[in-house]
């Protein structure tokens, strides 16, 4: 890789950069999704206690950037969380800006540590490629799986004759039971349901519900965001017994959180739920993708007919003597492997 670019490096804290300004305007161009946003990485600062910074390189062939946060003295990590689907490097132009990015952190860290890089749009290796180049030691390997549906232009009847027949079954069986909506927009009282519901689910307690309410709010005033609630027919007026959250951004629609009442499983609100939610997507959103986040959950590949990696980039700086410990277990693995390969 060509590493003679000349680039300008800035490091700039998070807090310090202000909606509408140039870093804000080409996360906002570039943005595929709401892991890319100043929103997101602010908000996870504001709620979750993620302190981050923007790390980028300028050029006039273009800009790449990478948020990070320290996770401990000497070792930065990608700014992300439970919620975050996927991390990438924000790009434009050049991707071998990424190299004079990656020259410029050893003075700030001895370690990085990228979980969750998707490679179905190069970013896995582009990043790998440039950490090698900037002189770091590089590992990279799969560290968790994505489901998503392809949609390839079908509308929701043609996609549903796709289903399994069990899950055909179900939904023929039960979608006459509960009675399902949908809002676009955020309401305080369907919020407060969908809680209600979550702690009544399998689920167990809610991670950061404040930053997950704040992203409901945003994205609903935004007009991206999808809550759908079941109840059961019977008792139309009674308590939900199924809640999920998705949102669309682009041609994609992202499916962020799911529960049902435990007491209502006999309905199988949560799958007429998820099948109202596809039609939705697919014949008034008219969405390319549907993107069921991380977890290799079996559930997930009733509904979705791709699966792809997520990979863990780890780099770590050449001569930091606390890296030893880290790249011994790394060869060690490697060789562990290499041998059961073998036989």
Not at 68 to 96: C, Q, S
Not at 153 to 176: C, E, I, Q, V, W
Not at 309 to 326: F, K, M, S, T, V
């Amino acid at each position: 890789m060509n590493i003679s670019v000349n680039a300008s490096i800035y490091h700039q804290p998070l807090r310090e950069v202000q909606p509408g300004t140039r870093l804000d305007t080409l996360l906002c161009e570039e943005a595929r999704a709401p892991f890319d946003r100043l929103w997101w990485w602010q908000a996870l600062e504001r709620h979750c206690g993620l302190s981050g910074t923007l790390h980028g390189a300028r050029s006039e062939a273009g800009e790449a950037l990478l948020a990070l946060h320290e996770a401990a003295p000497g070792h930065l990590v990608a700014l992300a969380n439970w919620y975050t689907f996927r991390f990438r490097p924000i790009m434009r132009g050049d991707p071998k800006l990424l190299v004079p990015l990656a020259k410029a952190l050893p003075p700030l860290t001895r370690r990085i540590t990228l979980d969750k890089v998707p490679d179905e749009d190069g970013s896995a290796r582009a990043l790998a490629q440039a950490f090698r180049a900037a002189g770091w030691w590089v590992f990279c390997e799969p560290c968790d799986t994505n489901h998503a549906l392809e949609v390839r232009g079908r509308d929701f009847a043609t996609y549903h004759a796709t289903l399994p027949g069990p899950l055909h079954t179900t939904l023929k069986r039960k979608s006459g039971k509960v009675h399902t909506k949908i809002l676009t927009y955020f309401d305080a009282e369907a919020w407060a349901q969908y809680e209600a519901i979550y702690a009544q689910s399998w689920k167990g307690e809610e991670g950061a519900p404040a930053f997950l309410r704040a992203f409901a709010e945003a994205e609903g005033a935004a007009g991206r965001l999808r809550l759908g609630l079941a109840h059961d027919a019977a008792n139309p007026t009674g308590p939900a017994i199924a809640a999920q959250m998705w949102s669309v951004e682009g041609n994609t629609a992202f499916i962020h959180k799911l529960a049902h009442r435990e007491s209502a499983r006999a309905l199988s609100p949560g799958s007429v739920l998820t099948a109202a939610l596809f039609r939705h997507a697919l014949d008034t959103d008219k969405v390319a993708l549907v993107d069921f986040g991380t977890g290799d959950d079996a559930y997930k590949r009733d509904w979705m007919n791709a699966v792809r990696p997520r990979y863990r980039i780890e780099a770590l700086r050449p001569g930091a003597l606390a890296n030893l410990p880290h790249l011994v277990r790394r060869v060690a693995a490697r060789h562990l492997a290499a041998r059961f390969k073998r036989g």
